[in-house]
């Protein structure tokens, strides 16, 4: 792949919490525009984390951070690219601090030195896209978690960036939503990385499957990703397949 086309490299990466254990091991990885990659991997070994240390908002203690073909070491090396690369957290909650939703899809427009005007024009597209049209004047916090999900979603894409780093986007949605969200990622024309322990939303959304173990990521061609149908006795019963 041309180097022209790699947006993120990282090189010899690590970072350990204060008092705790090193979650990234000297991690190489590279993410080429196009790629629609899946991370999976168990809590605890570094997936947030990564994602943090992509955007600046974690420093590592060794390595080197390269994001769009520069290296990036400072804040103000970051804070210059954040638009072009939007970071859905997995709570939502995190994420929305507006009184209403326009307020908040419009904060990332205005912040790029949009007018009032042409923010709140992106904003409504935005929100239609994702069929949230008649949203605008909703109370935030009064949405429920699928909307806030969506809405979420809508503050990044208000900013046009260039990548998505999606940190468990269907966690705890119902079937209709997840559903919804997932024709919204499969209708994309953006390179992103999801990180899911939802091997069917994996299957519908990514090109390539990766995963994490003791600081290093590696493309895993050792797990086929697959759905199937089945039934129990008690359907509602929550259970594992292994």
Do not use: C, W
Not at 24 to 39: A, N, P, S, V
Not at 69 to 88: N, P, S
Not at 187 to 198: A, N, T, W
Not at 199 to 206: A, K, M, R, W
């Amino acid at each position: 792949m041309d180097s022209n086309n790699t947006l993120i490299n990282l090189k010899d990466v690590t970072y350990k919490y204060p008092g705790g254990k090193t979650v990234l091991d000297r991690m190489d990885f590279k993410f080429t525009k196009g790629d629609r990659i899946g991370l999976v991997a168990p809590n605890g070994s570094g997936k947030t984390t990564l994602f943090h240390v992509i955007m600046g908002l974690l420093k590592p203690s060794s390595g080197t951070i390269k994001i769009f073909g520069k290296e990036r070491r400072k804040e103000k090396d970051f804070a210059g690219i954040r638009h072009r690369m939007g970071l859905l957290f997995q709570d939502a909650d995190d994420q929305l601090f507006s009184p209403t939703v326009i307020e908040d899809v419009a904060f990332g427009p205005l912040n790029l030195g949009k007018s009032k005007q042409e923010a709140l024009d992106i904003s409504r597209k935005t929100l239609d896209y994702l069929g949230l049209n008649g949203f605008e004047d909703r109370i935030t916090f009064k949405l429920s978690g699928g909307e806030k999900r969506l809405v979420s979603l809508a503050t990044i894409l208000a900013m046009q960036p260039e990548v998505l780093l999606l940190d468990e986007p269907t966690n705890a949605l119902d079937a209709s939503m997840k559903s919804r969200l997932i024709g919204i990622l499969q209708g994309l024309d953006l390179s992103y990385i999801l990180i899911s322990h939802e091997f069917d939303v994996l299957s519908e959304t990514t090109h390539t499957f990766y995963s994490m173990e003791d600081g290093k990521i590696f493309r895993d061609d050792r797990v086929h990703i697959h759905t199937h149908q089945h039934s129990h006795k008690i359907g509602k019963q929550p259970h594992k397949h292994i």
